[in-house]
């Protein structure tokens, strides 16, 4: 993949080869370690118990019906925006987040792979054609949001083991270059 393409989806683990792949699978290892592991379990539970409580307060409180699939939409968008992102977030109180976490979504859709096959066999009809993976939109809404949280958390002297957590330590160890790491917030 040319980084000229897609910035942001040509530095991800799928699409590294050889030395990058190395480099990045290598400052994430920390990631999936066991103690991480455990330490975002908790993290999933209490997106666990924030769905529970919807979920009850629509049965008992409300009466109300719902969609499976709205629920578990909901919760797996709380567990990414708190394992990381590092946001404590109901997806019920900010719509916002959710929707654009769902837009997120649409790059596995027929449209999405549409454009990876493009990408990938046409690249320069790709770039003349201005298509992009993920919307501008939904990339500067993430961008300025962790850059945002990676600078309260340097400010503040916030560790909380997520994957914005590592993606800090490498940047202030310089082991790696992580495309949102490295931008300002006025690029956001």
Not at 20 to 29: A, L, P, T
Not at 132 to 137: D, K, P, Y
Request: overall charge positive; hydrophobic content about 40%; charged content about 30%.
């Amino acid at each position: 993949f040319d980084v000229q393409l897609d910035r942001l989806y040509s530095q991800t683990l799928p699409v590294l080869k050889d030395d990058k792949w190395r480099e990045m699978r290598g400052c994430m290892n920390p990631f999936f370690a066991l103690k991480s592991i455990k330490e975002m379990y908790k993290l999933m539970m209490e997106s666990v118990d924030i769905t529970l409580e919807d979920l009850i307060d629509k049965i008992t409180v409300k009466a109300e019906s719902f969609e499976s699939k709205h629920i578990f939409a909901r919760y797996t968008v709380n567990v990414i925006a708190s394992c990381c992102l590092g946001l404590e977030i109901d997806s019920n109180d900010h719509l916002k987040v959710c929707e654009i976490a769902l837009q997120l979504t649409n790059c596995f859709g027929f449209r999405g792979k549409m454009k990876i096959i493009l990408m990938t066999l046409l690249p320069k009809a790709y770039r003349a054609l201005g298509l992009q993976l993920v919307g501008a939109q939904t990339k500067n809404f993430f961008k300025k949001i962790i850059i945002e949280k990676m600078k309260f958390r340097q400010e503040k002297k916030i560790v909380r083991k997520d994957m914005l957590q590592f993606m800090l330590e490498a940047k202030q160890n310089d082991e790696i270059k992580f495309p949102l790491c490295h931008e300002t917030t006025q690029e956001a």
